[in-house]
């Protein structure tokens, strides 16, 4: 699996890492039908195909990305309500193949040395928000603070809505520009955002950046999140992926 960036715009873009990538649209049909059972219902109601998805197809521009709509952000839950956490409540457990298992509070991130990017924020579907603030705690910071194991290969990610999920390579999830986000244009992460704490993947698709984040599994090799089982790339590079060959408004 390629762990950096292919050089070249033009090369072909990677496998997707299990069975053949799915194109959005397929996946779209796929979905009308039902054929998805369980994954069907919430997904048409609030999900990335379902709902956005739908909106972005009928805009082939994809201008409507630079609507005045709340900064250009577009509100995304796979479920149809998530729990509220706060500093009182809220908790970052970090194990799997790891020597020494944690439990963060908020408080405890906060401690941290906290990195800020500023980066442009690009979802599949062909919104994008440019120049971003994001700040957080590098989560290779809190990999190497619970000690990864020699066996190691991937990182998965949950969330406390109950449902998302996502993976990164240990390769990707060490970069520098991968946080655990606790600010988002310079302001606490709303709960709408995935506050308190979300996952920020910066070179990759927004969906890759797993909002109301709670758990970091380290494992021996990637298993696939949310919207990976359902076609999209584990490597997620903004414009590398299949992402871009499905969608024109990207
Ligand atoms: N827990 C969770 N995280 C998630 C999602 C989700 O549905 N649930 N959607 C993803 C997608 S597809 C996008 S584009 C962004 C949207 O973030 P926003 O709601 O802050 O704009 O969150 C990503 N992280
Ligand atoms: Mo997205």
Excluded at 46 to 51: H, T
Excluded at 88 to 93: E, I, K, Q, V
Excluded at 156 to 165: E, I, N, V
């Amino acid at each position: 699996m390629n762990s950096e960036p292919p050089e070249e715009p033009g090369e072909p873009r990677p496998p997707a890492p299990h069975g053949k990538p799915i194109g959005r649209r397929v996946l779209l049909g796929t979905i009308g039908l039902g054929a998805l059972g369980v994954v069907a219902a919430p997904v048409l109601q609030r999900g990335l195909e379902g709902f956005l998805g739908a909106a972005a197809d009928k805009d082939p521009t994809g201008l409507t990305g630079l609507l005045p709509n709340g900064g250009g952000f577009r509100y995304y839950s796979v479920t149809s309500s998530v729990p509220h956490k706060d500093a009182t409540d809220y908790r970052l457990t970090v194990d799997g193949l790891v020597d020494r298992p944690k439990t963060y509070t908020l408080d405890d991130l906060r401690a941290l040395p906290q990195t800020r990017l500023v980066k442009d924020v690009q979802c599949v579907t062909g919104w994008r928000v440019p120049d971003t603030p994001f700040e957080g705690v590098r989560l290779s910071r809190l990999l190497d603070a619970a000690g990864v194991r020699a066996k190691a290969g991937a990182v998965r990610f949950t969330c406390f809505d109950g449902a998302y999920s996502e993976s990164l390579t240990l390769e990707q999830a060490r970069r520098s520009d991968v946080l655990v986000a606790l600010r988002m244009q310079d302001k606490d992460i709303g709960h709408a955002h995935g506050g308190p704490v979300r996952l920020y993947v910066a070179p990759m698709y927004f969906y890759k950046s797993a909002k109301w984040l709670s758990g970091i599994t380290v494992t021996e090799d990637v298993k696939p999140g949310y919207w990976e089982r359902l076609g999209y790339d584990v490597d997620a590079w903004v414009g590398k992926s299949n992402g871009r060959d499905d969608d024109p408004t990207s």
